[in-house]
C-alpha cells in the first residue's frame, strides 16, 4: 500500500509539472485576451457616445445659447448613465460643457490625462476609474476643422477588475509555488517513507490497546444492555458472570441478584395492585375525595349500590353534587359531610335508602388521609349489607317459624279429630236447634284448623327452603309454562311483551315456576270483586348490566305505602287471612338464584314486580 502511494505521488509531480505549464500559459492569454476586450468596449462605447455629441452639436450649433443646450445634453448623458463624467472642448481647449462631479465615479484632483489625440485610453488603479479621450477626427477619415475632444471617465467594472486581479494574482502566485511544490513533493515522498514506518508501529499498539479495552469493556457493555432490558420491563435478563477479574465477577454477581430482587418486588407489586383492583372493582364501593371534598376516585360498585348511572361524570366535582342530581342519595352524603365537618378521623355508619328501585342498608365506613395532622383527603367505603340484614332477620324468623309451627301443629291434630267425631256422633241423632249450632260450629272449627294448618305449613316452607337444582332453561318457554293455568279463567287476562333475545339461564324450574304462581295469586288477590285483572309480563336482556330482567305489572290497588318498604319482610301483610310469607319465600327463591327482586306502585294503580337475574357466559 505504501509502495502504491509512492507510485501515486511521483505520478502526481510529472502531472503537476506537465499541468503547471499549460495552465499558466492559458491563464496568460486569457489575460491578455481580456485585457483588449475591455478596452475595445470602452472605445466603441466612447466613440458611439462622441457620435451622439456630435449629432446633437450639429443641430444646435446656431442657437445663442449653444453651451447652455450642450451643458444640459451632456449632465441628461451622465444621468442616463452613458458614463460618470463627460468633458466637451473645442479645438482651443476652451470648454464647451462638462458635466456634475459624480460622487460615485468622480475623478481624483489633479488626476493626470494624456496630451490630446485622436484616441487615448488611461486607467487609475486607485480609484478603479478608466479614462478614454477622444476627438471627433477620430470619427471620420477626413478631419475637419470644426472638431471637439471630450474626456469620458467610466468606473471600470468591479467585478471585472476583481477578476483580473486574481488572475493576475494567481498568475504570479502559481508561478511563485512552482518551486516550493516541487520540492514539498520531494519532502513528501521522504516523509511518506518514514511515515509508512511509524503508522505501521502505531497501528500494532493500538491493536493491542484495543484488544485490552474490550476484554475491559465487554462486561461493562453487557451490564448496561441488561440494565436498559430491565428498564424496559424484562426482569428475567442475567448476565453471564465468566470474568476473570474478582471485582468484575463479584460486580456481576450483585447486578444478578439485584435483578432477581427487582423481578421479586415487581411481582408482588403487581399481584398487590391485582389484589387491590379486585376488591375495588368488585367488594366495596370506594369513593376518594381530595382535602376539598372534590371526588378523585369512584368505582363502579358504588354507581350498582347507590343506582347511579355513568357514576364516572363525577369526578373532579364536589361530593355533594351527587346527591342534587340523585336526591335518593341525600341522606348518605349528608352524613357524610357532617362526619368530615365534625373532623372525625374515622368513623362508621349505618344508613337506610330508598333507591329507585329497592330499599337498601348500607355500612359506611370513613376515615381522612393525613400526615402530620394535615389533611390531604378522604376515603369512603360503603358495602350494601341488605343481602346480610336480610339474611341475619330470615335466619331470626326460621327459628320463631320453626317453634310456631311446632307448637301449634301439636293441637291441631287433636282439635281437628274431635270435631270430625263430633259431626259423625251428633249430626245423625240431632234435630232442629242442636243439629244446626252441632253443625255450625264444627265446620267454623274445622274451617279455622285448616287455616291455621295451612299457615303452619307457610311457616315450614319459609323456615326449610329445600334446595334447588339449577339447568339451562328458557326463561320465555318457562313463563308461559307457568301462567298456562290461568288461560281458562274468564276475569283474568296475561299479556306478554318477551324479547326474543333472552339467552338461557340456570334456573330451577319448579322454583321459578312457583314463584310466578305466587306473584300472580297475589296480583288476582289485590284487585276489587267485580273488576278484571290484567297481568303485563316483560323480559330484557340488558348486556350492557349483564342482567336479565323479568318485570310483572298488574292493575290491582298496589301495596300500601306504609309497608312497600318492608313487603319481603316476614309476616308483613295487610291481607285479612295472610300469612305475610308468601313475598318472603319469593325472595328466598330469587336470592337462591343470585337474582335480586323488587317492589313498587305504578301509576294511576297498580303494582310491580321486578327480577334481575345476573347473566355472564362466565356463569352459563
Known amino acids: 500500500s505504501f509502495q502504491t502511494i509512492q507510485d501515486n505521488v511521483?505520478?502526481?509531480?510529472?502531472?503537476?509539472?506537465?499541468?503547471?505549464?499549460?495552465?499558466?500559459?492559458?491563464?496568460?492569454?486569457?489575460?491578455?485576451?481580456?485585457?483588449?476586450?475591455?478596452?475595445?468596449?470602452?472605445?466603441?462605447?466612447?466613440?458611439?457616445?462622441?457620435?451622439?455629441?456630435?449629432?446633437?452639436?450639429?443641430?444646435?450649433?446656431?442657437?445663442?445659447?449653444?453651451k447652455n443646450i450642450m451643458q444640459i445634453f451632456v449632465q441628461g448623458l451622465v444621468d442616463d448613465r452613458w458614463a460618470c463624467y463627460i468633458e466637451l472642448t473645442n479645438k482651443e481647449d476652451e470648454i464647451i460643457a462638462k458635466s456634475k462631479?459624480?460622487?460615485?465615479?468622480?475623478?481624483?484632483?489633479?488626476?493626470?490625462?494624456?496630451?490630446?489625440?485622436?484616441?487615448?485610453?488611461?486607467?487609475?488603479?486607485?480609484?478603479?476609474?478608466?479614462q478614454v479621450q477622444m476627438s471627433t477626427r477620430y470619427l471620420t477619415r477626413r478631419p475637419t476643422i470644426e472638431y471637439m475632444n471630450i474626456i469620458a471617465v467610466y468606473a471600470t467594472d468591479p467585478n471585472l477588475l476583481r477578476f483580473l486581479g486574481q488572475v493576475k494574482g494567481f498568475y504570479n502566485f502559481a508561478n511563485a509555488i512552482k518551486?516550493?511544490?516541487?520540492?514539498?513533493l520531494t519532502q513528501k515522498s521522504f516523509?511518506?517513507?518514514?511515515?509508512?514506518?511509524?503508522?505501521?508501529?502505531?497501528?500494532?499498539?493500538l491493536l493491542i490497546v484495543f484488544r485490552m479495552i474490550d476484554q475491559l469493556m465487554r462486561p461493562m457493555h453487557n451490564l448496561s444492555v441488561a440494565s436498559k432490558e430491565i428498564a424496559r420491563g424484562n426482569y428475567d435478563v442475567l448476565v453471564h458472570n465468566q470474568e476473570e477479574s474478582e471485582d468484575m465477577r463479584q460486580l456481576i454477581g450483585q447486578f444478578n441478584e439485584m435483578a432477581k430482587q427487582i423481578k421479586a418486588s415487581r411481582q408482588g407489586l403487581d399481584t398487590h395492585n391485582l389484589y387491590l383492583e379486585t376488591i375495588?372493582?368488585?367488594?366495596?364501593?370506594?369513593?376518594?375525595?381530595?382535602?376539598?371534598?372534590?371526588?378523585?376516585?369512584?368505582?363502579?360498585?358504588?354507581?350498582?349500590?347507590?343506582?347511579?348511572?355513568?357514576?364516572?361524570?363525577f369526578i373532579g366535582e364536589l361530593c355533594i353534587k351527587i346527591s342534587e342530581k340523585n336526591t335518593y342519595l341525600e341522606p348518605f352524603f349528608t352524613m357524610a359531610q357532617d362526619r368530615f365537618e365534625r373532623e372525625l378521623g374515622e368513623w362508621s355508619e349505618e344508613v337506610e335508602l330508598t333507591l329507585p328501585d329497592r330499599h337498601v342498608l348500607l355500612s359506611c365506613q370513613g376515615a381522612a388521609l393525613d400526615t402530620s395532622g394535615k389533611a390531604l383527603g378522604y376515603v369512603i367505603?360503603?358495602?350494601?349489607?341488605?343481602?346480610?340484614?336480610?339474611?341475619?332477620?330470615?335466619?331470626?324468623?326460621?327459628?320463631?317459624?320453626?317453634?310456631?309451627?311446632?307448637?301449634?301443629k301439636n293441637p291441631l291434630t287433636p282439635i281437628l279429630l274431635s270435631a270430625q267425631r263430633l259431626r259423625n256422633k251428633f249430626l245423625d241423632t240431632l234435630k232442629g236447634r242442636d243439629l244446626e249450632i252441632i253443625d255450625k260450629t264444627t265446620s267454623v272449627i274445622i274451617d279455622q284448623v285448616m287455616s291455621m294448618d295451612a299457615m303452619v305449613s307457610a311457616f315450614a316452607d319459609y323456615a326449610n327452603t329445600p334446595q334447588i337444582e339449577r339447568k339451562l332453561t328458557d326463561l320465555n318457554a318457562l313463563i308461559h309454562q307457568s301462567i298456562a293455568l290461568y288461560d281458562a279463567q274468564s276475569n283474568i287476562t296475561i299479556e306478554f311483551d318477551l324479547s326474543g333475545d333472552v339467552p338461557e339461564l340456570l334456573l330451577d324450574a319448579n322454583s321459578i315456576s312457583r314463584v310466578l304462581i305466587n306473584l300472580v295469586k297475589n296480583s288476582a288477590e289485590s284487585v276489587e270483586e267485580g273488576r278484571d285483572l290484567i297481568v303485563n309480563i316483560t323480559t330484557q336482556y340488558l348486556p350492557s348490566k349483564g342482567v336479565v330482567r323479568l318485570s310483572m305489572t298488574d292493575n290491582g290497588d298496589g301495596f300500601d305505602e306504609a309497608v312497600i318498604e318492608r313487603v319481603f319482610e316476614p309476616y308483613v301483610t295487610t291481607k285479612v287471612k295472610g300469612s305475610g310469607l308468601g313475598l318472603a319465600i319469593v325472595q328466598n327463591i330469587i336470592e337462591q338464584h343470585d337474582g335480586r327482586i323488587f317492589a313498587g306502585n305504578v301509576e294511576p294503580n297498580g303494582a310491580i314486580i321486578t327480577?334481575?337475574?345476573?347473566?355472564?357466559?362466565?356463569?352459563?
Open 381 to 408: 367505603i360503603v358495602k350494601d349489607i341488605s343481602k346480610l340484614n336480610r339474611a341475619q332477620k330470615k335466619a331470626a324468623w326460621g327459628e320463631v317459624a320453626i317453634r310456631m309451627a311446632h307448637e301449634i
Open 611 to 620: 327480577i334481575e337475574f345476573e347473566y355472564t357466559k362466565e356463569n352459563v
Open 101 to 130: 462631479e459624480n460622487q460615485v465615479c468622480i475623478v481624483e484632483d489633479n488626476q493626470p490625462l494624456a496630451d490630446i489625440q485622436p484616441f487615448v485610453l488611461f486607467e487609475d488603479e486607485k480609484t478603479n476609474l478608466f
Open 280 to 313: 375495588l372493582k368488585y367488594s366495596f364501593g370506594v369513593i376518594g375525595l381530595d382535602k376539598d371534598r372534590n371526588i378523585q376516585l369512584i368505582n363502579p360498585v358504588i354507581g350498582r349500590i347507590l343506582a347511579i348511572d355513568d357514576e364516572q361524570q
Open 191 to 205: 516523509l511518506l517513507d518514514f511515515s509508512s514506518t511509524v503508522l505501521l508501529t502505531i497501528l500494532s499498539v
Open 179 to 184: 518551486f516550493d511544490v516541487n520540492t514539498s
Open 10 to 66: 511521483e505520478r502526481s509531480k510529472h502531472t503537476y509539472n506537465n499541468f503547471n505549464k499549460v495552465f499558466l500559459d492559458q491563464v496568460d492569454g486569457l489575460y491578455k485576451g481580456v485585457e483588449v476586450v475591455r478596452n475595445d468596449r470602452y472605445t466603441d462605447h466612447t466613440q458611439m457616445l462622441l457620435q451622439q455629441i456630435d449629432d446633437y452639436s450639429k443641430y444646435k450649433k446656431d442657437d445663442q445659447d449653444y
